[in-house]
């Protein structure tokens, strides 16, 4: 499986030994995990993120950058179909004690920081309209 950040596409192709292709399936968008490197770029650029930097330089304690799950949205979202976007939490941990600095949506289709200081509670799958439908029955 292939990703196009231009179109936003998934492609899926299945070829024979020869080449010829038998399947080709396209998703407009999908919850695939980030790749290792997608991951590494992610996390860097929130750590140097004009908002969240001066946080984790004043923290006391260990700054945990962690998350990567998909964001899915509605239409017209910025995370919503053809999108692909990511959630990151930067926790502060002092001993037991891990405390969130902020919640983070990452678009990785611009490969920039979305939403440097999101609400979890409304940009989170959950805030999908059709989740919330899905979530009643």
Known sequence: MTYD???GEYVHEVAD??????RRRVL?????ALTPTEAAVAER??????????LIAAAEGRVVI???FSLLR???HPCGPGGRCATYDVFEVIGPVRRRLRYVVFDLRAVRVFDADADSDADSNLANPAARRQSRH
């Open 5 to 7: 950040p231009v179109s």
């Open 17 to 22: 030994g020869a080449g010829a292709l038998l």
């Open 28 to 32: 407009a968008s999908s919850t695939a």
């Open 45 to 54: 650029l929130i750590a140097a993120n004009p908002e969240i930097a001066p």
């Open 66 to 68: 962690s998350g990567g």
């Open 74 to 76: 509605e239409a017209g």
